[in-house]
């Protein structure tokens, strides 16, 4: 059985539970709460010294860093894949996943948003502000590559999800959390409507954790 340390909030967790889903794996969830800051915790620390989620316990090693825990998933599960076999599909759906991953997330994660609210005492309205720039920068550049690609089925390349789902749908989730207009970007939300009917993608949501209550 593996063991899935995350929050259920936490983009990155979304993320892999999407993943985990989208491979038919069984997983026990333990729930790590930040805004007790539990993932600061020395309980916690000794399982993750990053004090992140998610981490993965798996073959009785514990992985982190969600980018890492979706390869090494794909590579000790191949089937269903989350990757396409040509390798300049995989360069492609790997791209659209790290727009997100690279260039979007890291900006809007929580601990970036707490310095800015208490270090540098930005207003909410700022902070908002500041997740609309990034997020908005990405999803332009998103669109703009979807739309190019004529042979695109209904996810973010082909005819079945992908690793470029996977790391999409909990952008969009967190868009929507930090008040964006995505009305611009009519392709990523079709993918995400697309997305929400799957289960394996509507059982990783955040309302659909046991810790969302």
């Not at 993943?19 to 038919?24: E, I, P, R, S, V």
């Not at 600061?40 to 992140?52: D, R, T, V």
Request: glycine share 4%; proline share 8%.
């Amino acid at each position: 059985m593996l063991k899935l340390y995350d929050f259920f909030r936490s983009g990155t967790s979304h993320r892999l539970r999407i993943a985990l889903n989208l491979k038919g794996l069984d997983y026990a969830q333990v729930a790590v709460s930040l805004p007790k800051e539990e993932h600061l915790g020395a309980a916690f620390k000794a399982i993750n010294p990053q004090g992140f989620v998610p981490a993965l316990l798996a073959d009785e090693q514990v992985l982190i860093q969600s980018p890492a825990i979706i390869e090494w998933l794909e590579e000790r599960y191949p089937a269903p894949a989350l990757l396409p076999a040509d390798p300049q599909a995989r360069a492609r759906v790997r791209a659209l996943a790290a727009i997100v991953g690279c260039d979007i997330h890291p900006l809007n994660n929580r601990r970036v948003l707490e310095y800015l609210r208490h270090q540098l005492h930005a207003s909410e309205a700022d902070v908002l502000a500041w997740c609309g720039t990034w997020i908005a920068s990405g999803f332009a550049a998103l669109e703009a590559l979807l739309a190019a690609d004529t042979q695109r089925g209904p996810f973010c390349y082909g005819h079945t999800p992908t690793l470029a789902d996977a790391y999409l749908v909990p952008q969009v989730e967190s868009s929507r959390r930090f008040k964006v207009d995505l009305t611009p970007y009519p392709l990523i939300r079709a993918i995400d409507k697309d997305c929400a009917e799957l289960d394996a993608f509507a059982s990783a949501a955040p309302g659909a954790q046991p810790d969302a209550a």
